[in-house]
C-alpha cells in the first residue's frame, strides 16, 4: 500500500466536493457561514477511539480544533437532524461499495464461493428516554438498538446492515434469494432453520452451521466415524450414540443426514469435531470432495470474524457509547461509527492485499498487518494531519506517504507472529515467531 493508494481511499468517501454537494442535496447546509460540513463529518467519523467525553462532545471539541467557527454546545447539537442522517448514510454506502470494489482474498479452503457471508447483529444500550422507549424497545425495561450486520470474509469489511429494537429476532433479517447465488454463508444457530437451507439448495449457496440441539437428523450414511460391532434397527444419529453405535472417541465424525420429519426434508452433511470442551458438530452442503471434516471446523471458525467486528465498531469506533437521547441522534452517532469502522477495513484489506501480492499462500510474511482498532486511534490520533491533506488540493505525495508511515507504526498487529488468526493463516498473514524480549539476536557466523 502507498500514500498515493490511502489518499484514494479517504477521498473516495471524504472528497470536499462530494460532501458539499451531498450536503446541498439533502439540504443539510442551510446557511453555509453557520457550519463547516466538511470538518463537521470528519470530526463525527474520526472521534473513534478518543475517550475524553460523550460522542457528541468529543466531535464538537474535534470541530472546533480544526478551526471551523465557533459555535455553542445546544445549536451545535442541533445539526443532528434528519438531513444529517440522510448525508451519513449516503456516506456509508459509499464507503461500503468502496470496500467491497476491493480484491477479495479467499486462498486455500476459501475458495469455491465468490465470497463467504457471516451475519450477526450487535446490541447497543441507549438513555431510557421515552421517545427511545418507544421507538427501540429492548428484551427488558429499557431502550436498546440492534445493529444487523453482513460481513465479507474476502473483502474483511462491511457489506450491509439494519437497525431494529433490540427485542427483534435475528432470523427474518437473513433472506437468501437469487442474488445470493455462488456465495457461502457462516451463521450461528440465531439464523438456523430448515427453510433457510432449503432456500441455500434451492439457490445454490453454499453453508456452515452448528447444529440445532433440537434437530433429530437420520443418518443416511456415515462416512467417517467409530462404529461398534453391534447392530440396532435405528437410524437416528442420538440412538446410534445412546446405543454405542456409533463411538466419540476423539475422530472426526462425517455423515450424510436428513433432517427434519414429515413434509419438510433437507438432506445435508453433518460433521462432527472433537474440541477441549467436547465434540462441536455442523451441518454444511460444502462437498465432501474439496472439505474434510476439520476444514469445515475450521470455516466455521472465520465465523468468529464478525465477533471481532463487533469489538472493533465499539473498543475502537465507540459504536456502544451513545448518551444522545433522540432517535435521529442516536442513529447519526450509530451510521458515524460504522463509518470510522468501515474505511479503517478498507485500508486494512488494501494492506493485506500489498502483504500478499506476488507471494504464494504459503510464503510468509515480512511486515505485519493492520489491526482495526490499532489503527481506528492512530486515525483519531493524527486526525488534523487526516482533515488537513484532505482539504488542502496541493497535499503531496510525500505527505501521504508520511501519514501511512505513522499509521503503520501506531496501527500494526502486535499479535501477528504469536497469535495469528485463523483467518490470516488461512489468508498466509503468518511470519516466523520472533525472539523473546529479552533474547539477544544470534551472533552471525565467521
Not at 157 to 173: E, G, K, T
Not at 224 to 252: N, P, Q, T, Y
Not at 355 to 383: E, V, W
Amino acid at each position: 500500500m502507498t500514500g498515493e493508494e490511502l489518499k484514494r481511499h479517504m477521498q473516495s468517501v471524504l472528497s470536499l466536493d462530494s460532501l458539499h454537494q451531498i450536503a446541498k442535496d439533502y439540504k443539510v447546509v442551510q446557511r453555509e457561514r453557520e457550519l463547516d460540513i466538511v470538518q463537521l463529518i470528519i470530526a463525527l467519523v474520526l472521534s473513534g477511539g478518543t475517550h475524553e467525553g460523550g460522542r457528541q462532545f468529543d466531535a464538537l471539541r474535534r470541530y472546533l480544533e480544526s478551526g471551523a467557527p465557533r459555535v455553542a454546545r445546544g445549536a451545535f447539537y442541533a445539526w443532528f437532524t434528519a438531513p444529517l442522517e440522510a448525508l451519513l448514510m449516503n456516506l456509508l454506502g459509499r464507503a461500503i461499495a468502496a470496500g467491497q470494489a476491493q480484491p477479495k482474498l479467499l486462498p486455500g479452503i476459501l475458495r469455491g464461493v465468490h465470497d463467504w457471508r457471516i451475519f450477526d447483529s450487535t446490541t447497543v444500550k441507549v438513555p431510557n428516554s421515552p421517545e427511545l422507549q418507544t421507538e427501540y424497545p429492548g428484551t427488558g425495561e429499557y431502550a436498546a438498538i440492534k445493529i444487523h450486520k453482513e460481513f465479507s470474509v474476502g473483502t474483511g469489511n462491511l457489506v450491509s446492515y439494519q437497525f431494529s429494537p433490540a427485542r427483534d429476532h435475528d432470523s427474518p433479517f437473513l433472506v437468501v434469494d437469487e442474488s445470493r447465488r455462488g456465495t457461502g454463508l457462516l451463521i450461528d444457530l440465531g439464523y438456523a432453520s430448515l427453510a433457510r437451507l432449503a432456500d441455500c439448495e434451492s439457490h445454490d449457496v453454499r453453508y456452515v452451521m452448528r447444529l440445532k440441539d433440537n434437530w433429530k437428523p437420520k443418518v443416511d450414511r456415515l462416512v467417517r466415524g467409530a462404529i461398534s460391532d453391534a447392530v440396532i434397527d435405528s437410524d437416528d444419529f442420538d440412538v446410534l450414540l445412546e446405543e454405542d453405535v456409533v463411538r466419540l472417541d476423539g475422530r472426526v465424525i462425517d455423515a450424510d443426514v436428513t433432517l427434519g420429519r414429515g413434509a419438510q426434508k433437507i438432506q445435508s452433511r453433518m460433521v462432527g469435531i472433537h474440541t477441549p470442551k467436547g465434540y462441536c458438530f455442523f451441518v454444511t452442503n460444502v462437498p465432501r470432495a474439496t472439505h474434510g471434516p476439520n476444514q469445515i471446523g475450521d470455516l466455521y471458525r472465520i465465523r468468529w470474524e464478525i465477533e471481532i467486528d463487533n469489538k472493533v465498531d465499539k473498543a475502537g469506533a465507540r459504536l456502544d457509547e451513545i448518551s444522545a437521547r433522540k432517535g435521529v441522534s442516536v442513529r447519526i452517532l450509530l451510521l458515524a461509527s460504522l463509518l470510522n469502522t468501515t474505511i479503517a477495513r478498507t485500508i486494512v484489506q488494501s494492506e493485506k492485499l500489498a502483504l500478499r501480492k506476488g507471494r504464494a499462500p504459503s510464503d510468509r510474511t515480512d511486515r505485519p498487518p493492520l489491526h482495526p482498532i490499532l489503527l481506528i486511534r492512530a486515525l483519531a490520533t493524527f486526525h488534523g494531519t487526516v482533515s488537513r491533506l484532505l482539504q488542502d488540493a496541493a497535499s503531496t505525495q510525500a505527505e501521504w506517504n508520511s501519514l501511512l508511515a505513522n499509521l503503520r507504526h501506531l496501527g500494526h498487529d502486535p499479535n501477528w507472529r504469536r497469535r495469528p488468526s485463523v483467518l490470516d493463516t488461512i489468508q498466509g498473514l503468518t511470519a516466523a515467531p520472533g525472539r523473546k524480549r529479552n533474547q539477544k539476536a544470534p551472533r552471525p557466523a565467521l
